[in-house]
């Protein structure tokens, strides 16, 4: 079951959401849990003290109390995976919104048009990443190790090492064949010895992909303008 909060501090617009993920939720046969809270801070209180935990955020940024930009960033450290929408009426937040990895940013003008497709694409990556794993496999070894745990992998000689976020495996293949097991669209290679994890990619700076746990990895130049295409492609519905 997902677990989802919608944050809004006027309460008919909050309403106004939840009915939409009702009607999207039950469209997708998804069970789900839906809080709703006027108040940013008892929200940030719920999550950061009582060890709330929610799967999907949908939050206004500008509200008394916390901002949706600073509750994005405080509770970041609490629920790493989760999903935040920002549904707002000012555009100019979204390169903001882009640094914190908001999944999707929504103009208060689109919510009709943008919002479902948005819940659509939140639970279908929620539901991959739950059951998509790297299967490592030998005489006298198994391991699995979840796609969303992945950060990237790197070739180490005759070795692959997949760089995930509980440490580093290695698997005596290379990297093409690793690339080609993953068969998955959120893994790509930024240069001949490097394969990345879009969902964990923060911003591409300096002909280099900074990761949301602060390494930094070079891109060639000859993958560079495929690999902004594909960050544009894979975050384009989030403006």
């Not at 206004?60 to 509750?71: T, V, W």
């Not at 700076?205 to 891109?219: E, Q, S, Y």
């Amino acid at each position: 079951m997902l677990h989802i909060a919608v944050c809004d501090d006027e309460k008919k617009l909050a309403d106004s959401n939840r009915t939409v993920l009702e009607s999207v939720l039950k469209e997708l046969g998804e069970p789900a849990e839906i809080t709703v809270y006027t108040d940013s801070s008892n929200l940030l209180y719920d999550i950061t003290e009582d060890g709330f935990h929610y799967d999907l955020l949908l939050s206004d940024i500008e509200m008394p109390q916390i901002s949706g930009m600073e509750l994005a960033e405080k509770i970041k450290s609490f629920l790493p995976e989760i999903r935040i929408f920002f549904i707002t009426s000012h555009i100019e937040y979204a390169i903001d919104a882009f640094e914190l990895s908001i999944f999707r940013y929504i103009p208060k003008s689109e919510i009709e048009k943008r919002l479902p497709s948005a819940i659509k694409d939140a639970v279908s990556l929620i539901n991959i990443e739950a059951d998509k794993s790297y299967v490592i496999q030998s005489k006298g070894r198994f391991e699995k190790i979840p796609f969303k745990n992945i950060l990237y992998i790197e070739r180490d000689g005759k070795n692959a090492a997949i760089n995930t976020t509980d440490g580093i495996s290695k698997v005596r293949k290379s990297l093409q064949t690793v690339f080609d097991e993953l068969n998955c669209e959120e893994f790509i290679f930024i240069d001949r010895g490097y394969i990345v994890n879009l969902i964990h990619i923060m911003q591409i700076k300096n002909n280099a992909a900074v990761m949301k746990n602060g390494t930094v990895l070079p891109i060639s130049r000859s993958h560079l303008q495929t690999v902004k295409e594909k960050i544009n492609s894979y975050w384009g519905k989030m403006i």
